[in-house]
C-alpha cells in the first residue's frame, strides 16, 4: 500500500522534469538553430515479490506472486539534431549550412583563454572592429584561403557574399572559407547555452564536397510545435494520473486506519 | 515544477522584447532614414537533472546525460543597414545618401551627430539646418563660412560627390564640401531618435568617398510591412505558447497541491 504511493509519486515527478524540457522546447520555438530535446523516461527495475503464507508440514513455504516495477525514472535527454527549417533574411552576415556540421566559434573566457564551441545558428554580424561575431558576442572562425590558417574573420566594410564552392568573398575576392566541424557521435554534446554544443575531437569537414554553405538564410528551430503541445497535454494528464491513484490508495489507507481498525 | 514556470516566464519576457522591436520597426515605416532593428533568441543554460529527489539513471555524465534548458532570451537589436528606397522629392534641401555612411551635423551644443537623411533649410543666419536646428556640417573652403557663404533657400547645390556650389551673377563658386562619414561595423552607429544617430564608444568614424549624396530626394525606412507582419504573427504566437506552458504548470501545480484534501 505505502509502495504504492512511492511508485505513483516517482510518476509525478519524472513527468514533471518530462515537463521541464517540453517547456524548454516551446520556450526555443524561435530561437535560430535551437535543436529540441526529449526526454526519456525509464522504468526502475522489477523486483520479485514473493509472500510466505502457505503452510506445508507445518512451515511456511515462500510463494513467488510475479515481478512489480517500481516507478518510473528519467533515463536521458536526447538532442533531435534534424535541420530546421530555412529562413530567408536580408541581412549578408547569416548563414545557414544545409545537412551536418557547426559553424565554429570562439570564445575568450575572463582569464585570457580560448575555447571553441560550434553553433547551427548563422546569425551573424560585424563588430565595431571588422571581425564577424555571433549574437553573444563570441569570434566565428573561418579558413584564411590566403594564410590556409583558422582564424577569427575580419570582414572589414566589404561587401559579403559567398559562391558556390562556399568561399566567402569580400568585395568580390575570395578570403575566407568559414570553419565547419561535424562529430562523429552527437549524443556526446553537450549544450551550452547561446545555442551553443560544446563537443570534443571535431572533425574538420570546412573543406569537404558535401557542404553547402548559404548565405541571407538562417536555420530556425527545430521544435514541432504541435507535437510539443501534444506532449504537455500527455504529460499533465499523465501527471493527474499519478495524483488520481495517490489519492485513491490516501482514501484506501483511510479507510483502513479509520473503520477496519475501528473498535465498536 | 517552478523551473517550468520560470522557463515559461524567460520565453514570454524574450517574446515581448522581440514584439517591442517589430512595434518600433512597424511604427517607422514612415519615418525617413530609419533603419529597421533585428532581435533573435538563444537558449540560456543547461542544468543537469541529477538533483535531489529526481528519479534519474546511473548515466549522469556521459552521452545524452539528462539535462534541461532553462529557457530563452533576447539578443541585443543588430541594426539592418541596407539601404531604403530614395525617394525624389525634388526639393534642394532634402540630402540623403546612396551607399552607405553618415552625414554630419552639429547641435545646439557644438555635439557632432550624424544623420541618413535630412530636410535642411537656410535660417535667419544663412545656415543650413534641420527641423531641429541642428547645422549641416559643411567643410568650407577658400576661407568661407556659413557667416560669408551667402545662402539662400535656392542658390545652393550639392553634387554627387559633395561638392557645395553657390551659384550667383558671377556663376558657380565652390564654398566646400559635405562629407560623408561611415565606421566599421553593423553596430557602429546608435539610433538617437529624430533621425540622428551617435557612433560607439569603440568605433572608428573615417570619412568615405565611395557613396553619394543625392540632392532632392529622401530614403525611406527600410521597414519591410511584410516581414514584420509575419514575424509579429510567430511572436505573438510563441508569446501565447509560453502562457499556455505556464497555465499548465500551473495547473499540475494544483494538482501536487490537491494531494492532500
Known sequence: MIRGIYTAVSGMITQEAKQ?????????????GFKADNMVVKKFDDVLIENCDKLENGKNKPTIIGSLSRGSKIDGT???YNQGDFENTNSTTDFAITGKGFFTVQRTDASGNTKNYYTRDGHFHVDNKGYLRTDSGDLVLGLNLK??????????????????????TLDGTKAYRLSVNDFSDYGKLKKQGNNQFEGDNPTNITNSKGLAISQRVLEKSNVDVTGEVVSMMTVMRSYESSQKVIQSLDETLEKVVNEVGTVR | MLRTIRTSVTAMQAASSKMDQISLNISNLGTSGYK????????LVYETMNRKGYPVSANTTGANMSTNGTGVVSTTSIMDNTEGELELTGYKSDISISGRGYIRVKDGNNNTLYARVGSFAVDAKGRLTDSNQNILDIRFENGKTYDNANFTQDNYTIKEDGQVLISDKNGNTTVGHLDIYDAIGDNAFRYL???????????TVYRTTSSKIVQGSVESSNVAMEQEEADMITTQRAFQLASKSLQTADEMLGMANNLRK
Open chain 1, 147 to 168: 594564410t590556409n590558417k583558422e582564424e577569427p574573420m575580419q570582414m572589414g566594410q566589404s561587401e559579403v557574399g559567398v559562391d558556390s564552392n562556399n568561399n566567402i
Open chain 1, 78 to 80: 536526447y538532442t533531435n
Open chain 1, 20 to 32: 521541464e524540457v517540453i517547456t524548454n522546447n516551446l520556450a526555443n520555438v524561435q530561437t535560430a
Open chain 2, 193 to 203: 531618435g529624430g533621425g540622428l544617430y551617435a557612433p560607439a564608444s569603440d568605433a
Open chain 2, 36 to 43: 529597421r532593428g533585428a532581435v533573435e533568441f538563444k537558449d
